[in-house]
């Protein structure tokens, strides 16, 4: 008889393990309370998937604290660490070292439905093992699965060196009939009599021997039937399956093929393997071409949003598109950039709109048309999105449609705008949309603004530029901007800003001699980021000058500005 | 844990988790979990409501019809429900319904199941509404005091409703416990496993889903139980042929698999497909009729496709079963999968040793001229290296005379010979009480006609050996024979030293003259089956005795084989030989039988110029003064041999006999005549029949003191006849030398 287990009260869970509710903490000695550690663990990093996606980082910590647990259990045991799996309980030694009696999250139900009697770990358990375990038990948690295996057959599969088991059919019917069991009603089948003939023919007998069969060769062996050749595999099969639809003998239909098509096409997506999707492409057209049924043929049907997002979720994260993928959406019949048109407005998860926005950008091209309809009645994410996929599939539509959106008053997008628009400052039209977004509410929009009217040649930009200087002067303009646009200023047009500071510099009015206001210290500001990069001697006076009739933060521009005259002249000198 | 290992271990996990949430069938696993709900629901409610009100009540018009239609719609999906109850828990073909989420029914249904002693249903076809009310009226009656499961049974099949089986009460098997050692009895793992094979097997044939998880489950109950090598000799009972046949193209290909090295997930995954291989034969086509050969594999692949949900073991199983009829090198075709090269090896196997009756070696020789073009070369080597020399099945002679038959292969190269047998019968043939089972691995015991232990031979070349060229024209199978190992000599020339009789131990050896005769003799006197073969290096000669007859006889000289007798004897032209031997060539049939299919010969006419094709090679090989000899045990006659009903020896010696017309042979095969005559006590009585009036006046001067010369004398034969006479008299067996 064992003991009753010896509840103990645990100490406060973290929180990620307070949503996945933990077992009781049993264990009567020191030995046993670290067991039950470790199953806890265990139970708990296969339960997580329930709830987290595996690269959670609630998923790293219960990992790093499975290890850690394990490698104790198995040095406080000191030696093998054999459990008896009971319907609700795990028991060591005799005594129980973990008990959940709620079905969905006891480990040891689990076990024990599939008929697991006793789980044993050996000393010197390599952590590849305790994840292989971790992966066996988390497909049964997340309930996949249960047709093709369950855990005594992926148990075995695994041919662990360090974890052992012992399993038992998992139910038994009890007691012996009375009377024997009606058969069962349907007309057994028989195959026929000739079943496998004719024999093949086959020639006089060769002398055959022992013979040791190379290591290559069974190298080759193994490598057909290694996990890495799955999606070779599984595009084999369904060209195998297409001959057979081609040979009209063939008792396989279309019917009986299409379903396992679109599970490998979904398979080949989720392992990104779309060269080998393209692979398809050509024998499924073929079987188009005599598909007769109503409905459109599997190639017909292979493109689509369900397959697209399946895409998006592959390359979730990655960065750029594969080129295999592209060659393959080539491939296969459909309107694909409708398709990630349409995910990408509906979906909200920021990676994922990454992925359709590249898709769309790749894809959109060819039919920029379809984009800029599509942004004419965008707002917000989906806005700045589609004008994103825009500036890379068509940069000169880009441009028009900058000139539509300059005033939706989303600063990312504004500043998308202003990015498109610096390479055609030149333009009127785009230097007017340009300089319009000088009043954007946004900061980094003004001043992207600013740094993309400095590649502007029109005069009219200066004037305008100087303008806005001295409205915004009054009106929040920051010291950052008021350097840029100094800087700007004089990079437009040299004579003019040099008087146009010069005129700054000067108080025209005996209060503006008095007193510098705010506004105009502003200007001033302006100025002397400007004179710093106006070439010649006039500026340089210029600049002595205000530094003598300046003070505080003005002033220290002044000596920096006159010290970055010196640095660049020494540079200038020194290249000549 | 380093952060690196960390990463590595979460993408392993998330790999592996999206791979097989991408696999599974989500919406078959849903609707099962939820339809399962509604029927246990919908079930327990008018098995309640039998316990109210009259079965006649229109209370139960809307349950009925519902609970009818909700078992139809689950029998479509999923085929035969098994719907058990334990404890307060309701699983519906393995998958658990949680009622305990939803609230209620587990429980009270277990209870309702309980009163008549059952712990679940078997449900094989959606029933009628009528049926389903009948079911509650019997659910309704008071269950018997005594055995009330017996009586419910007893009752259902009374009202003969068929469409569903009562099971008794379940519970979860323990740890450690063995029902009648069913768990780890050998017989009863290949039990379940051969009911998984016919369950499968009818279950699609029927139209129902397929559930790979038994099939599985056996496969995996055969490894661990080594039964992919032990027992291969054995099939269970109660099989049909082609399920037991399915069975052992199962484990030959386990075997195989194991002796390549494949893993043990891959090992499942191949045990799992061949158990399907042949599925394709349960489908029916309109008219009710199975499919022909040649598309058994594709209505196979067509039955296996309804499984819903991506999986890769689901590919490996499609692909093995497509192509497990496809040559190996298909040329420019795609190169058929592992699996199928595999299957399609151990089912030409098993075919051509079951059913063709083929020596299990002959097969592998037979197969071996296909390596490289049906087979695949290395995998066809694997199966050799795995089956040994000895594959199982092979009977086998012991050194002193007792007989065995191979159960295992020997494990290793270096027990390629030495494979595990048990030895059924004695010395003089008659059976043993008990089988002895002997690792002959582990025991100094040798077969009689065991090579010396040599190391395997170096790694097979890509290269197939060539093939022998296919003789159209042989009608006997011959094997090129092993050279003699070095231990063994060629017996003494008869005129050396007194002749004791041949050792026929010792079969192999160089011929002298006389030896071929002698050998004869000795072999039907010994009641031997087996081939014996002479081979001149050039021309080589074989008769095929069962217990002791001649039965068949094959040469590679043209005018001895059954077509020029035919045309010799003028029973046909010879383009109907040419036909009939193409035919022949393609079934893997005797040309005889087939022209006696053809109705070109009659039986007896067949059976005369087998008779007569014997006493010519026999006439033939008995001149033989140099060559080689030979003996094979085993009583199978080839694929394409004619047999005989058998023919008389000792008329096949006197022809023989009488056949030497050089006197010098005559006189070296009778050797000494110094020595002492004596008569043969068991001499047959069929030869005293044959005797000729020169061997009755030879024969009466023997009378155990005379030498052979007086004895000649004392005859008044002339020499030559005298000779003879006396040729015959040993060879016939009725005299011998004393001494």
């Known amino acids: 008889m064992t003991d009753a287990p010896r509840l103990t009260t645990a100490p406060a869970p973290s929180p990620a393990s307070q949503e996945l509710l933990e077992e009781s903490r049993v264990g009567g000695s020191e030995a046993a309370r670290a067991v039950n550690l470790c199953l806890l663990a265990l139970s708990r990093t296969a339960r997580a998937f329930t709830l987290y996606d595996a690269r959670n980082q609630a998923v790293g910590e219960f990992l790093t604290d499975l290890d850690t647990k394990i490698k104790r259990a198995l040095a406080v045991a000191g030696g093998p660490l054999d459990l008896e799996v009971r319907g609700y309980e795990l028991a060591w030694k005799g005594d129980v070292v973990y008990v959940e009696r709620e079905r969905e999250r006891s480990l040891a139900f689990r076990l024990y439905r599939d008929g697991v009697r006793r789980l044993g770990f050996l000393p010197g358990l390599a952590w590849e093992e305790v994840l292989g375990l971790v992966e066996i038990l988390s497909l049964r948690y997340t309930g996949v699965r249960q047709q093709e295996d369950d855990l005594v057959t992926l148990l075995s599969k695994a041919s662990f060196k360090s974890i052992s088991f012992t399993a038992v059919e998992g139910l038994a019917e009890e007691g012996q009939d009375e009377e024997s069991r009606p058969e069962a009603p349907a007309q057994p089948l028989e195959p026929p009599a000739d079943w496998d003939l004719p024999l093949p023919g086959l020639g006089a007998p060769v002398a055959v021997g022992l013979r040791r069969l190379a290591p290559e060769a069974l190298a080759a062996l193994a490598a057909e039937a290694a996990d890495q050749s799955a999606p070779s595999e599984c595009v084999d099969l369904v060209l195998d399956l297409l001959d057979c639809l081609t040979d009209e003998r063939d008792p396989l239909e279309a019917d009986d093929v299409e379903p396992l098509a679109f599970e490998v096409r979904d398979f080949l997506i989720q392992e990104g393997e779309f060269g080998a999707l393209r692979r398809l492409v050509p024998a499924l057209e073929r079987c188009g071409a005599g598909d007769l049924r109503p409905q459109a043929s599997i190639l017909a049907r292979f493109g689509g949003p369900a397959p697209l997002s399946r895409i998006a979720q592959r390359l979730r994260g990655s960065g750029t598109l594969p080129e295999d993928l592209l060659r393959y959406l080539e491939a296969v019949p459909g309107d694909h950039l409708a398709d990630a048109l349409a995910l990408l407005e509906a979906e909200r998860d920021a990676t994922l709109r990454a992925v359709y926005t590249e898709l769309v950008a790749s894809l959109g091209h060819e039919r920029p048309r379809l984009l800029t309809e599509r942004l004419a009645s965008a707002e917000g994410l989906l806005a700045r999105d589609l004008f994103a996929a825009l500036s890379v599939a068509a940069p000169q539509q880009a441009v028009e449609a900058a000139l539509q959106l300059k005033d939706q008053p989303d600063p990312e997008l504004q500043l998308a705008v202003v990015k498109v628009l610096a390479g055609a400052v030149d333009q009127a039209p785009v230097a007017r949309a340009v300089l319009a977004l000088l009043g954007a509410s946004d900061e980094r929009v003004r001043t992207a603004a600013v740094a993309a009217l400095s590649a502007s040649r029109d005069s009219r930009v200066f004037d305008a530029l100087a303008r806005h200087v001295q409205e915004r002067a009054h009106h929040g303009l920051e010291t950052d901007e008021a350097e840029a646009l100094g800087a700007v200023l004089a990079g437009l047009d040299p004579e003019a800003a040099y008087r146009l500071f010069s005129d700054w510099m000067h108080p025209r009015t005996f209060l503006q001699r008095v007193v510098e206001s705010p506004s105009q210290r502003l200007l001033h500001w302006t100025a002397v980021s400007g004179l710093g990069r106006l070439p010649g001697e006039e500026p340089e006076k210029l600049l002595r000058w205000f530094l003598g009739r300046s003070s505080g933060d003005l002033h220290q521009l002044c000596l920096a500005a006159l010290v970055q005259r010196r640095r660049d002249q020494r540079q200038r000198d020194g290249h000549a | ?739």
Request: proline share 7%; hydrophobic share 40%; aromatic share 4%.
């Open chain 2, 1 to 739: 844990m380093p952060e690196a290992d960390l990463q590595r271990a979460q993408e392993r996990l998330a790999h592996t988790l999206e791979r097989a949430r991408a696999s599974e069938d989500r919406e078959l696993m849903n609707r099962v979990r939820d339809e399962g709900f509604q029927l246990v629901h919908l079930l327990n409610g008018v098995l309640r409501m039998g316990h109210l009100h009259s079965l006649d009540n229109r209370a139960f018009d809307a349950p009925v019809r519902d609970l009818a239609r909700a078992l139809g719609r689950l029998c479509d999906l999923l085929g035969t429900l098994s719907l058990i109850t334990i404890e307060d828990q309701v699983y519906l073909n393995e998958v658990r319904i949680r009622m305990d989420e939803r609230g209620g029914g587990g429980r009270e249904l277990g209870a309702e199941l309980a009163l008549h002693g059952l712990g679940g249903l078997r449900v094989h076809a959606g029933p009628s509404e009528g049926a389903l009310r009948q079911l509650v009226a019997c659910f309704a009656r008071k269950p018997a005091e005594k055995e009330p499961r017996a009586a419910l049974r007893a009752v259902l099949r009374e009202q003969g409703l068929d469409f569903v089986e009562a099971l008794g009460p379940f519970r979860f098997r323990l740890g450690g416990e063995a029902e009648s050692g069913r768990a780890r009895d050998p017989r009863q793992v290949l039990q379940r496993a051969g009911a998984a094979v016919e369950e499968a097997f009818q279950a699609l044939g029927h139209g129902r889903l397929l559930n790979p998880l038994p099939a599985r489950r056996a496969v995996t109950e055969m490894l661990a139980a080594g039964l992919e090598r032990e027992g291969l000799e054995v099939d269970p009972q109660g099989l049909t042929p082609h399920a037991t046949h399915t069975l052992r193209v199962t484990r030959l290909s386990l075997l195989l698999g194991r002796e390549l090295g494949l893993a043990e997930s891959v090992l499942q995954d191949l045990g799992v497909a061949a158990m399907f291989h042949d599925v394709g034969y349960s489908a029916r086509d309109e008219q009710g009729r199975p499919p022909a050969f040649g598309h058994h594999p594709s209505q196979g692949a067509r039955l296996l496709l309804r499984q819903r949900g991506f999986h890769l073991s689901k590919v490996r199983r499609l692909r093995a079963v497509l192509g497990h009829h496809t040559p190996a090198e298909a040329g420019r075709r795609r190169r058929p999968a592992l699996m199928a090269r595999i299957l399609r090896l151990t089912d030409d196997y098993d075919n051509l040793v079951r059913r063709a009756r083929l020596a299990p070696a002959q097969a592998l020789g037979r197969m071996a001229s296909a390596a490289g073009s049906l087979y695949d070369s290395v995998l066809l080597q694997g199966l050799v290296n795995a089956l040994g020399a000895f594959p199982p099945g092979t009977r086998v002679t012991l050194e002193d005379g007792r007989s065995a038959v191979v159960v295992a292969p020997g494990r290793g190269a270096a027990a390629f010979a030495r494979p595990v047998i048990v030895i059924d019968r004695a010395a003089d043939g008659s059976r043993l009480p008990r089988g002895e089972r002997v690792d002959l691995a582990r025991s100094p015991l040798r077969l009689h006609d065991e090579p010396p232990a040599q190391p395997p031979e170096p790694a097979a070349s890509a290269a197939p050996p060539p093939a022998a060229p296919h003789d159209d024209h042989f009608d006997l199978v011959l094997v090129e024979p092993a050279p003699p190992p070095p231990s063994l000599s060629a017996p003494p020339p008869l005129e050396a030293a007194p002749t004791p009789p041949l050792a026929l131990r010792r079969v192999r050896g160089e011929i002298v003259q006389g030896i071929p005769i002698r050998l004869m003799h000795d072999l039907h006197r010994e009641k031997r089956s087996g081939r014996l073969i002479f081979d001149d290096g050039g021309q080589r000669r074989a008769l095929l005795f069962v217990q002791g007859n001649v039965v068949a006889a094959a040469s590679t000289l043209p005018e001895h084989r059954l077509a020029a007798l035919l045309l010799r004897a003028d029973l046909t032209e010879l383009e109907t030989i040419e036909r009939a031997q193409a035919d022949a060539l393609r079934r893997v049939q005797p040309l005889g039988a087939v022209l006696v299919e053809m109705g070109v010969l009659e039986p007896e006419q067949l059976e005369m110029l087998l008779r007569a094709q014997a006493r010519l090679v026999v006439s033939d090989v008995a001149t033989w003064e140099d060559g080689s000899y030979h003996f094979e045990d085993g009583d199978a006659p080839g694929l394409e041999e004619d047999v005989s009903e058998g023919l008389s020896m000792p008329g096949l010696v006197q022809g023989a006999v009488r056949a030497i017309r050089d006197p010098d042979v005559v006189r070296f095969a009778i050797g000494d005549l110094a020595r002492v005559l004596v008569r043969c006590i068991d001499g047959e009585a069929e030869a005293r029949r044959l005797l000729g009036p020169s061997e009755e006046a030879l024969l009466e001067q023997v009378d155990g003191r005379t030498p052979a010369r007086l004895a000649l004398g004392a005859s008044g034969l002339p020499p030559d006849d005298g000779q003879r006479a006396l040729l015959a008299l040993l060879a016939l067996g009725l005299v011998e030398y004393a001494g």
